[in-house]
């Protein structure tokens, strides 16, 4: 499902086949397959197939690039303070428990409340939003790694902190980053299309799932195709990278293997 959708949205540019921002009145809330339209139109008569496709790729980015920058920093944070412990590890705790203290997406939507509604300042609240659960999924784990006999054997020939975390530690939480980064890409797509209908993500007249679902809301009843494509797109993404992330679990989990 996920490599369907993404296949798709990265072939926008030859697969769409109308501008994704061009209106038709005259075809406002064609259905679907009338008018030449194979997905129908909007409340403005733009081809719902070209502006999913396109719409793909802002939501898939959105989720792609605020995992990886939540990725970044928040494993950097976890291990560091797993490993070291101390006052760095009892601060960096802290802080995370009061950022996980907060909804979310509320959260997001001060973060974005602050910066200016706009798609980076989105990525960014997001971003951010996900550094706790990095951090302190992280954290749980070297906290156990680091105890471990082979970790114990590579400060014992006279390694650096750095070399054990790199030699030794990392490659034995690799598998949980592998696993966590799928979730959270599901996670910040959501979060990135929740923020776009309410308006502080992607902005008018930009093709994006979550401002498509913003948009076409009030017109339910009148075009429901508006509302469940868009959706339908968010739910298949979402729960076919939760499947993929189940998927790597299992195969990565050394424990479920004879």
């Not at 960096?92 to 001060?110: D, G, S, W």
């Not at 798609?119 to 302190?136: G, H, S």
């Amino acid at each position: 499902m996920v490599l369907l959708v993404v296949v798709a949205s990265a072939g926008a540019r030859w697969l769409a086949p109308h501008d994704p921002i061009a209106q038709n009145l005259a075809a406002r809330f064609a259905g679907i397959g009338e008018q030449g339209y194979i997905l129908g139109s909007d409340s403005f008569g733009r081809d719902m197939l070209s502006r999913l496709l396109w719409g793909g790729q802002t939501s898939l980015l959105i989720g792609l690039i605020a995992s990886v920058a939540a990725m970044g920093v928040g494993v950097t944070l976890g291990v560091v303070a797993g490993y070291r412990g101390g006052w760095f590890d009892t601060i960096t705790m802290r802080v995370v428990e009061m950022l996980l203290a907060f909804p979310y997406i509320l959260l997001a939507v001060v973060i974005v409340g602050a910066l200016g509604p706009g798609l980076t300042n989105a990525i960014i609240a997001v971003a951010i939003t996900n550094v706790p659960f990095y951090a302190r999924l992280m954290r749980g784990i070297v906290v156990t790694v680091k105890h471990q006999q082979f970790v114990e054997a590579t400060i014992a020939v006279g390694a650096n902190d750095l070399h054990v975390v790199r030699a030794a530690i990392f490659p034995a939480v690799l598998p949980y980053v592998i696993v966590a980064f799928t979730v959270s890409v599901a996670w910040l797509i959501l979060a990135g299309a929740s923020l776009s209908f309410l308006g502080l993500g992607a902005q008018p007249p930009s093709p994006e799932w979550g401002a498509m679902l913003a948009e076409s809301r009030q017109y339910v009843n009148i075009a429901p195709h508006t509302v469940l494509l868009p959706g339908l797109m968010l739910f298949l993404v979402a729960v076919g990278l939760n499947l993929f992330g189940d998927a790597l679990r299992d195969g990565l989990d050394v424990t479920l293997k004879d």
